[in-house]
C-alpha cells in the first residue's frame, strides 16, 4: 500500500479526472461554450467550455511549482480563463477555443501531474505555500494547496458542470 502525499493525491486526481472523461459524454462542440438556457430562461453559470479551460490552467502551475517541466497553456488561457474572467455565452465560437484544444489542455496536464505525484518525495509537499494572502493562509503547505486544486477545487467545477449538464438536457453522466 502506498502512503506518500503524492500518491494520496494522484487517487484523489485519478478519480477527478475519471469523472471529468465521463463528463463530456454528449457534450457536442457547438454546445460547449453555451450558456444554458432552461425554459428559454439564461442560468448566470459556468459552461463546459469556461470549465474545463479554467481547470486546464492548474496542471501546469503545479509541475511548475514542483520545479518540473510542464506543459504550455495555450495563447489566450490565462485571461479567459483565470480566476477573474467571466463566462460568456459564445454561440459563434469566437471568443473560447474549441471543445479539442480545451479539453486536450486539461487532460494533458492534469495526467502530467498524475505521473509524477506518485513518485515526488513527501518533503516536496512540505514547503511553505508560495503564494501569498488569503491562499497560503487556507493551505500553508504546497502539499494542501495542491491537494486542493487536485480535488476540491476541480470537484467543485466539475459538480458545476454536472448542474449545467442537466440544464442543457443531457442528464447525467
Same mark, same amino acid.
Request: hydrophobic share 40%; aromatic share 8%; net charge negative.
Given at each position: 500500500?502506498?502512503?506518500?502525499?503524492?500518491?494520496?493525491?494522484?487517487?484523489?486526481?485519478?478519480?477527478?479526472?475519471?469523472?471529468?472523461?465521463?463528463?463530456?459524454?454528449?457534450? /457536442?462542440?457547438?454546445? *460547449?461554450?453555451?450558456?444554458?438556457?432552461?425554459? $428559454?430562461?439564461?442560468?448566470?453559470?459556468?459552461?463546459?467550455?469556461?470549465?474545463?479551460?479554467?481547470?486546464?490552467?492548474?496542471?501546469?502551475?503545479?509541475?511548475?511549482?514542483?520545479?518540473?517541466?510542464?506543459?504550455?497553456?495555450?495563447? $489566450?488561457? !490565462?485571461?479567459?480563463?483565470?480566476?477573474?474572467?467571466?463566462?460568456?455565452? !459564445?454561440? !459563434?465560437?469566437?471568443?473560447?477555443?474549441?471543445?479539442?484544444?480545451?479539453?486536450?489542455?486539461?487532460?494533458?496536464?492534469?495526467?502530467a501531474v498524475e505521473q509524477v505525484l506518485r513518485? /515526488?518525495?513527501?518533503?516536496? *509537499?512540505?514547503?511553505?505555500?508560495?503564494?501569498?494572502g488569503r491562499m497560503r493562509e487556507l493551505f500553508?503547505?504546497?502539499?494542501?494547496?495542491?491537494?486542493?486544486?487536485?480535488?476540491?477545487?476541480?470537484?467543485?467545477?466539475?459538480?458545476?458542470?454536472?448542474?449545467?449538464?442537466?440544464?442543457?438536457?443531457? $442528464?447525467?453522466?
Amino acid at each position: 500500500m502506498t502512503t506518500s502525499l503524492g500518491s494520496i493525491m494522484a487517487e484523489s486526481l485519478n478519480l477527478s479526472l475519471n469523472y471529468a472523461e465521463r463528463m463530456l459524454k454528449d457534450i /457536442t462542440p457547438s454546445m *460547449f461554450a453555451r450558456i444554458a438556457t432552461p425554459g $428559454g430562461v439564461a442560468v448566470d453559470s459556468n459552461h463546459a467550455a469556461f470549465i474545463y479551460g479554467h481547470l486546464s490552467l492548474y496542471g501546469p502551475r503545479i509541475l511548475e511549482q514542483l520545479d518540473l517541466p510542464a506543459p504550455l497553456i495555450p495563447d $489566450g488561457f !490565462d485571461v479567459v480563463f483565470s480566476k477573474d474572467a467571466k463566462c460568456v455565452d !459564445d454561440p !459563434d465560437a469566437t471568443i473560447y477555443p474549441s471543445m479539442e484544444v480545451i479539453t486536450t489542455a486539461f487532460f494533458n496536464g492534469h495526467r502530467a501531474v498524475e505521473q509524477v505525484l506518485r513518485t /515526488t518525495p513527501d518533503e516536496v *509537499f512540505s514547503v511553505q505555500n508560495p503564494q501569498e494572502g488569503r491562499m497560503r493562509e487556507l493551505f500553508p503547505t504546497l502539499g494542501s494547496m495542491h491537494n486542493f486544486y487536485l480535488g476540491g477545487h476541480m470537484m467543485i467545477h466539475l459538480g458545476q458542470l454536472s448542474a449545467w449538464r442537466r440544464m442543457m438536457g443531457l $442528464g447525467p453522466a
